[in-house]
Each structure stands twice: as C-alpha cells, then as structure tokens.
C-alpha cells in the first residue's frame, strides 16, 4: 500500500518535474545562448565595422579635400598653386604678371592648412624645380634647398596621392632647427600629394601630411569593446596604419590569420591554433587615398563569456529550485491528500445512506470547491428524493381533476346535442344548424391533439364562425367565397390561424354594419412549392396611417400595447411551427382589405406525414 500511494507519487513527480527541467534548461539555455550571442556578436561587430569603416572613409576623404585646396586660384595672381610654378619657370606666369613673394604665400598656405585640421603634426612640401623644402612644424616656417630628399614613391606605382603607413616623425632632411623638438618622438601618418603642373601630367612638388594618430584612435576604439578584442588596420600592402594596443603599429602582420581572402569585401571566419582562438572580422576600405582592410580578433574567452555566466547562474538556481522543490513536494503532497481523505471518509457516509451528512473542509480553493459541490449534489439528491414521493401524490391528484374536468365539456356537448334534436323535433331546421355549427367550433377549439391541423379543417372551423355571424347581421348581407386547391386543402398548418383573420374583418371592416358583405378565402401552391393563403373582404378598409402602424407592428420582434396583436401571433405561430421563413402581409384600401400568408413548405411535408402515419 505504501508504494500506491498518492503521497509518495506526487513527491516523486514534483521531484522530476524540478531535477529534470533544470537540467534540461541548463544544457539548452548554455547551448542557446552560446550560439545566440556569437550571433549577435558577430552582428554586432559587422554594424560597428561598418560604421567604421564609414568614419574612417569620411576621415580621409576631409584630408583629401582640405588638401585639394592647393589647386584653389589656378589662375589669379598670388595664388599658392602660381607661387609653386613660378619657383620653375617665371615666365610661366600670365603676361603682366608680377613676381609674387613666395615665401610669405606659401608660408600663408600652408599655415591655413595646419590650422584646418588640429591632428596635423606636420606640413612638408618640396618643390621639385630647385629642390626646395618648406616646412611647417608647430607653428614655425623653415625653408631651405634639400637635396637629401627624395619623394616617397607610391607603393602601387602610380603618381596618385597615398598614405604611407604609422612611422615615427622625421624633418624630411631638413637642417634647420625647430625650438623644443626633437625628432623621433611622435608616432604619425603621413599623406603624400603630387601636385601636377595642370593640365599636363607633370609633377612640380610634393606635399607631405603628418597626422597624428589621435583622430585615427578616437575611430578605431569605437569599433571594439575594451578586453582582449584587437583591431587592426591595415593597408594593401600588409603594413598597419593603426593597431589597439600599440603591437605591429608601422609594420607588416606577419601572422597567419592576417592572409585575408582574396576579393572579399567583408566576413569572417574561425581561428583556432597557437596565436589566436576565435573569430576573425574583416571589412575592406577603399577611398580616394587609401586602400586596405579593418582587421578585428573577437576571441572565444569573450565571445562566450556571457555564456558561461548564465550558465553558472543557471546551475545555481537549479539547485536551489531542487533544494526548493524537494520541501515543497512533501508540503504539497501532504496538503493535497489531506483532503482527499476527508472526502472518501464523507462519501463512505453517503454510501450508507446518511444523505444529510456534511463534510467539514474550510478550503476556498478546488478542494473546497469540489466538497461543497459534492455536498449540494447529495442535499439535492435528498431533495430529489423527497420530491419524487410530493410529485407522485400530485400527480394522482391530477389526473383526478383532469378526470372530473372533462366531464364539463362532454356535459356541455350532450347538453347542445339534445337542444338540437329538440329543434329538430319542433321542425326548427336553422336552430339546428346553429347548434351544430356552435359545437362543432367548441369541439375544434378544445381539442387538445395537436397543435397542427389541415387546411381543410381550419376553412371547416371558419365556415361554421360565418354561419353563426351571418344569423346575427343577415344572410342576405354576409357572404363567403372559398376557393382552395385540392393539393393545397391537405397541407398541415397551425390551428387557429384563420378564425383571428376573418374576427378581425367583422371587428374592423364590418365595424359600421354589413351590408352586400363578401369574405374571400383562397389558398394555392405557388411556383416556388409555398402554400399562399389570402383573407379579402371589402368592408371599410384601412387608412393609410392604421396600415402603416399594423406593418410597423409587425415588423417589430417586441410589441406595445394591443396593436396588431391578432396578426402578430397568427406570424408568431407560423415561423415558430412551419418555417422562420414564413410571411404575413397587410394590403388596404377604400374597398376592403387583404391578408397574405406565404407559408414555405419546408417541414411541412414531414409533419404531414407524421400525422398521416
């Protein structure tokens, strides 16, 4: 018995239903969000490359405009572009123009251009012609003939401008000195512009940028986030312009990962040996002055770090949720068996027929819900009980009274009966004929054997109310015409539908008197298979007001008053017993008025068979 229990069975399933789930869960949430966050990572760090790269691109192209700002005034006199050529070839310059002092011009230029950017470090430009430095360095202007200098060829054999990669700064063989500097100190960039003797494609000088590096960092560090990450850019020939940390800045990577794949925008791939573990991040810049690649190293220590400390978080409240679960199981189990036990010792009394017993469990939960239910079920069967036994009596009650109650209508029957063989007997032929006419309309009326009846029936039941009228206003004044198809006198339809119709006619249309009266009832089937019946009389007729209230009446589902009350029912009872598809229309005029039922024949043909059989 120990091991059926339901204690026990419940302290084990909320047992597995704890140990099992959070197993479970720690495997899979590890798994999920392991993946889930190289995901995001990885998507995260494609939008910080990108936007990036899209930094950087602005970046140099800032550098390149500012720096285009030489070839301003071609043409005019004075201009920085014509003191660079007149340093040449004097008669170069437009007829009537004069010598420009070059010294202050360039001296001017240049010192604009140092001023437009506040990462430029230094200004260089060597004019070509009579190999000419002119340097601006930390505000100060130094010019001299240099023939130590020679032009930083592009790498990719072009005369365009390029940037060559992060070196130390250097005075480009200048001699003169510059107060409080030091040369070697500072890591820069530098750009190198060929400027052209246009429209040729001549080089006249060359104009060297240093930049710092402090631009090139502020860019570079809002692509990665602090840790282990690196990121590196380089240029197409391997060398790095800026790398996090300050490793292989100025010099070619020569590690492995750094072999990118050939003619790809961007990616990524896995790394696994010696050098690095993760993932690498590639995007390809190309602008007007540099061309290479941003490099980024997600290791997987930081990719999956988030990982690993849900997952011990995870593990943790796993086990304080089986710590948990194993007190609740004993206090559920316990709290949940109680009242069963309470409610086998309460149905063990009902078995023995103690009906009016109680169960005593104050619980307002579904434990209390059930035993009060169970409680009211037994009271009720009690009730039920008890009920039984009052209904039996009533019921032999009833049929004693339904017994005595039908001696009044057979007494009432005999009773017209003999007045009218009496009349017979005192050669009383009409008196005769009213009597039987009223009994047969009490007979029809009182019969209680259903609530349907033949159309032939119902015109039997209305002829016999018409004769009984006609005695009262005057054969001579009344007359009523009957025309009903043969197929149409056998369909099954509600009793007392056409009594309320023709009491109507004498009630209104024949309100002021009768006199050449006519009652019309017709009835047919239609093409569409309906039963139509039609009351007309020509009595008074209705006004247009009274017709539009009675169609008002009849259209409403609800009802004031007594208005239309009679056709209202007569509707009623047909789209109740027939078809809900059944209709009633009113048509008046100063010759009469006209009643139209539409009667489908849906279940009609049923329920006439039914009574047939």
């Not at 009730?383 to 209904?391: A, C, F, G, K």
């Not at 009872?573 to 209709?583: G, Y």
């Not at 010759?591 to 329920?607: C, Q, S, Y």
Request: proline letters at 3%.
């Amino acid at each position: 018995m120990f091991k059926h229990s339901i204690r026990n069975r419940l302290m084990a399933l909320v047992l597995l239903a704890a140990v099992i789930p959070a197993g479970v869960s720690v495997i899979f949430s590890y798994l999920y969000t392991k993946q889930s966050v190289t995901e995001q990572s990885l998507d995260q760090n494609r939008r910080l490359l990108a936007l990036g790269a899209a930094n950087l691109d602005n970046y140099f192209q800032g550098i390149n405009q500012r720096s285009l700002s030489i070839y301003s005034g071609i043409n005019v006199q004075g201009s920085f572009y014509t003191s660079i050529l007149s340093v040449k070839n004097p008669n170069a310059l437009p007829k009537g123009t004069v010598q420009p002092d070059n010294r202050n011009i360039v001296s001017t230029q240049l010192y604009n251009l140092f001023l437009s950017d506040r990462n430029i470090f230094q200004i260089h430009l060597y004019v070509r012609a009579n190999k000419q430095s002119n340097t601006l360095l930390k505000g100060l202007f130094r010019r001299e003939i240099n023939n130590r200098y020679t032009p930083l060829p592009n790498p990719d054999g072009s005369n365009r401008p390029f940037i060559e990669a992060t070196h130390m700064d250097h005075q480009y063989g200048v001699k003169s000195g510059f107060p409080n500097y030091k040369a070697g100190e500072t890591p820069v960039f530098s750009v190198h512009y060929p400027i052209y003797r246009t429209p040729s494609n001549e080089v006249i000088a060359d104009l060297s940028l240093d930049f710092r590096l402090t631009e090139l960092e502020t860019i570079s560090k809002s692509m990665y986030n602090s840790g282990t990450e690196r990121l590196y850019i380089v240029d197409e020939q391997g060398k790095v312009l800026y790398a996090s940390g300050g490793d292989w800045i100025g010099k070619p990577i020569e590690a492995s990962w750094s072999k990118l794949p050939q003619g790809a925008g961007s990616g990524h791939f896995s790394w696994n040996n010696k050098e690095f573990k993760g993932i690498i991040m590639y995007r390809h810049i190309d602008s007007a002055i540099f061309k290479g690649n941003i490099i980024k190293l997600v290791p997987y220590e930081d990719l999956y770090r988030d990982a690993r400390t849900i997952s011990r978080i995870n593990t943790g409240i796993g086990v304080l949720f089986l710590i948990i679960a194993v007190i609740a199981g004993v206090l559920i189990s316990i709290g949940f068996t109680r009242p069963i036990k309470k409610l086998i010792s309460y149905t063990q009394k009902v078995q023995i027929g103690q009906l009016d017993a109680s169960v005593d469990l104050v619980r307002v939960d579904e434990f209390g819900l059930l035993a009060r239910k169970i409680t009211d079920m037994t009271r009720t069967i009690n009730d039920l009980i008890l009920q039984e036994y009052r209904l039996e009596i009533a019921n032999k009650t009833n049929q004693l009274k339904v017994l005595q109650a039908q001696v009044n209508p057979h007494f009432l029957y005999n009773a017209l009966q003999s007045i009218a063989t009496l009349s017979l007997r005192y050669n009383a032929p009409k008196i005769y004929d009213l009597i039987y006419s009223l009994g047969s309309m009490m007979r029809y009326s009182m019969t209680t054997d259903g609530n349907q009846v033949t159309l032939q029936d119902e015109i039997e039941h209305v002829q016999n109310y018409v004769a009984l009228q006609r005695e009262r206003f005057g054969e001579e004044n009344l007359r009523m015409d009957v025309d009903v198809e043969e197929r149409a006198s056998g369909i099954f339809v509600p009793k007392m539908i056409l009594q309320p119709l023709v009491e109507n006619i004498f009630k209104h249309g024949f309100r002021d008197g009768i006199k050449d009266g006519v009652i019309s009832i017709t009835g047919k089937l239609d093409a569409e298979g309906r039963l139509v019946i039609m009351v007309r009389d020509n009595g008074k007729g209705i006004s247009d007001e009274r017709l539009k209230e009675v169609r008002d009446c009849l259209e409403r589902t609800e009802h004031s008053g007594e208005e239309g009350i009679g056709l209202r029912n007569v509707l009623a009872r047909l789209r109740l017993q027939i078809s809900e598809r059944s209709q009633l229309h009113l048509q008046g005029g100063e010759d009469g008025a006209e009643v139209v039922m539409i009667i489908p024949l849906d279940n009609t043909a049923g329920r006439k068979e039914e009574r047939t059989e």
